[in-house]
């Protein structure tokens, strides 16, 4: 697959997966500006570039909270420094205490 968008614009079928996986590849959020009118599609496409950059401040722009919050949940657990902070943006009680719970134990501090 070509690391460009180019392919995408001429395909016909499953043109939004073509710019999710580009997107994620080269971890450019611009890329899902390219999707058309499909919230999730471009939810998802936010979602796979963020957690594979690490980079929460892309979790901002999706639209719809469940995802929003399982973004950052994911970035969360991914993240080296395991930062605190990226648990709390996570509106939903459940996840938020389950992302705390996660920096804990991996802190090895469950004070967290």
């Given at each position: 697959m ?10 016909v079928?499953f ?21 058309e009118?499909?919230?999730f599609?471009?939810?998802?496409c ?13 979790c ?12 950052f ?6 993240r080296?420094e ?6 709390e ?9 389950s ?7 991996e802190?090895?501090d469950?004070?967290?």
């Open positions: 070509k690391q460009d968008t180019s392919e995408c614009e001429k395909a079928q043109k939004d997966v073509c710019y999710i996986k580009i997107a994620k590849l080269k971890q450019d959020p611009a890329i899902c500006e390219k999707i009118k499909d919230t599609s471009i939810d998802e936010y979602a796979e570039v963020s957690v594979t950059s690490r980079d929460y401040s892309i901002e722009k999706i639209v719809t909270q469940t995802q929003k919050d399982e973004c949940f994911a970035v969360a657990s991914k080296k395991q930062d605190i902070t990226v648990c943006k996570i509106v939903g009680i459940y996840r938020r205490d992302c705390y719970q996660i920096i804990g134990l802190k090895q469950m004070s967290v």
